[in-house]
Protein backbone atom coordinates (compact mmCIF):
# COMPACT_ATOMS: atom_id res chain seq x y z
CA UNK A 1 0.00 0.00 0.00
CA UNK A 2 1.23 3.43 -0.64
CA UNK A 3 -0.36 7.14 -0.66
CA UNK A 4 -2.13 7.92 -3.59
CA UNK A 5 -3.47 11.96 -3.58
CA UNK A 6 -5.29 14.43 -1.14
CA UNK A 7 -8.25 15.85 -2.11
CA UNK A 8 -9.49 19.55 -1.18
CA UNK A 9 -12.78 20.88 -2.37
CA UNK A 10 -12.25 25.03 -4.06
CA UNK A 11 -14.40 27.53 -5.13
CA UNK A 12 -12.26 29.24 -7.73
CA UNK A 13 -10.14 27.21 -9.51
CA UNK A 14 -8.07 28.95 -11.59
CA UNK A 15 -7.49 31.02 -8.67
CA UNK A 16 -6.50 27.96 -6.74
CA UNK A 17 -4.20 26.59 -9.54
CA UNK A 18 -2.21 29.78 -9.76
CA UNK A 19 -1.31 30.04 -5.92
CA UNK A 20 -0.38 26.49 -6.02
CA UNK A 21 1.86 27.29 -8.88
CA UNK A 22 3.51 30.54 -7.77
CA UNK A 23 3.35 29.84 -4.45
CA UNK A 24 4.93 25.99 -4.07
CA UNK A 25 5.45 25.00 -8.14
CA UNK A 26 3.01 22.11 -8.56
CA UNK A 27 1.90 21.76 -11.59
CA UNK A 28 -0.99 19.81 -13.28
CA UNK A 29 -0.37 16.70 -13.96
CA UNK A 30 -4.02 15.66 -15.22
CA UNK A 31 -7.78 16.56 -15.12
CA UNK A 32 -10.97 15.20 -15.22
CA UNK A 33 -13.89 16.84 -16.35
CA UNK A 34 -17.25 16.21 -15.65
CA UNK A 35 -20.81 18.06 -16.03
CA UNK A 36 -21.12 19.05 -12.45
CA UNK A 37 -17.31 19.18 -11.15
CA UNK A 38 -13.71 19.20 -12.23
CA UNK A 39 -11.01 17.19 -10.79
CA UNK A 40 -7.61 18.66 -11.65
CA UNK A 41 -4.62 16.29 -9.69
CA UNK A 42 -1.29 18.33 -8.70
CA UNK A 43 1.97 16.96 -8.96
CA UNK A 44 5.55 18.42 -7.20
CA UNK A 45 7.63 16.42 -10.22
CA UNK A 46 9.41 14.25 -7.56
CA UNK A 47 7.12 12.30 -5.55
CA UNK A 48 4.07 10.35 -6.77
CA UNK A 49 1.78 11.92 -4.32
CA UNK A 50 -0.83 13.91 -5.67
CA UNK A 51 -3.04 16.87 -4.26
CA UNK A 52 -6.69 16.63 -5.90
CA UNK A 53 -8.24 19.79 -6.49
CA UNK A 54 -12.49 19.40 -6.91
CA UNK A 55 -14.44 22.56 -7.93
CA UNK A 56 -17.23 21.39 -7.66
CA UNK A 57 -19.19 23.76 -10.65
CA UNK A 58 -22.02 25.41 -8.80
CA UNK A 59 -20.87 25.75 -5.25
CA UNK A 60 -20.50 29.67 -4.54
CA UNK A 61 -20.39 29.48 -0.54
CA UNK A 62 -16.71 28.67 1.09
CA UNK A 63 -16.21 25.73 2.47
CA UNK A 64 -16.40 24.70 6.56
CA UNK A 65 -13.17 24.12 7.33
CA UNK A 66 -13.91 23.62 11.14
CA UNK A 67 -11.17 24.48 13.34
CA UNK A 68 -8.45 24.19 10.40
CA UNK A 69 -7.06 21.42 12.63
CA UNK A 70 -5.54 19.69 9.22
CA UNK A 71 -2.90 20.51 7.04
CA UNK A 72 -0.70 19.23 4.52
CA UNK A 73 3.34 19.82 4.96
CA UNK A 74 6.10 20.61 2.41
CA UNK A 75 9.69 20.11 2.85
CA UNK A 76 11.45 22.30 1.25
CA UNK A 77 15.80 22.92 -0.02
CA UNK A 78 15.50 26.43 -0.08
CA UNK A 79 12.89 27.36 3.04
CA UNK A 80 14.20 31.14 3.35
CA UNK A 81 13.80 31.71 -0.64
CA UNK A 82 10.68 30.56 -0.26
CA UNK A 83 9.53 31.98 3.00
CA UNK A 84 10.92 35.52 1.38
CA UNK A 85 8.56 34.75 -1.43
CA UNK A 86 5.67 34.28 0.83
CA UNK A 87 5.91 36.91 2.85
CA UNK A 88 6.03 39.01 -0.46
CA UNK A 89 3.30 37.53 -1.60
CA UNK A 90 1.08 38.01 1.97
CA UNK A 91 0.05 33.96 2.30
CA UNK A 92 2.01 33.25 5.64
CA UNK A 93 -0.80 32.92 8.16
CA UNK A 94 1.78 31.38 11.21
CA UNK A 95 4.92 31.29 11.80
CA UNK A 96 7.11 28.89 14.69
CA UNK A 97 10.34 29.88 14.65
CA UNK A 98 11.20 28.02 17.32
CA UNK A 99 10.65 25.17 15.57
CA UNK A 100 11.92 26.06 12.40
CA UNK A 101 8.66 26.34 10.21
CA UNK A 102 5.71 28.28 9.19
CA UNK A 103 2.22 27.64 7.51
CA UNK A 104 1.20 29.77 4.44
CA UNK A 105 -2.75 30.16 3.67
CA UNK A 106 -4.20 28.90 0.17
CA UNK A 107 -7.71 31.21 -1.22
CA UNK A 108 -9.44 28.86 0.55
CA UNK A 109 -8.48 28.83 3.53
CA UNK A 110 -6.60 25.81 3.95
CA UNK A 111 -3.17 25.89 5.68
CA UNK A 112 -0.08 24.35 4.09
CA UNK A 113 3.00 23.97 6.67
CA UNK A 114 6.07 24.73 5.01
CA UNK A 115 9.20 22.96 6.83
CA UNK A 116 13.21 22.91 5.57
CA UNK A 117 14.77 19.83 4.27
CA UNK A 118 16.23 18.24 6.85
CA UNK A 119 19.27 15.83 6.25
Known sequence: MRFAHM???????????????????LREERRVEKEDFTLV????????????LTWLHERTEPY????????L?????????????HAEMGCICFENAEMGIYFIEDPD??????VPERA
Open 109 to 114: GYWLEI
Open 41 to 52: YLGDGATGFLLE
Open 7 to 25: NINVLDLQRSLRFYQDALG
Open 73 to 85: AFSVPNYDELHAK
Open 64 to 71: DLGECEFH
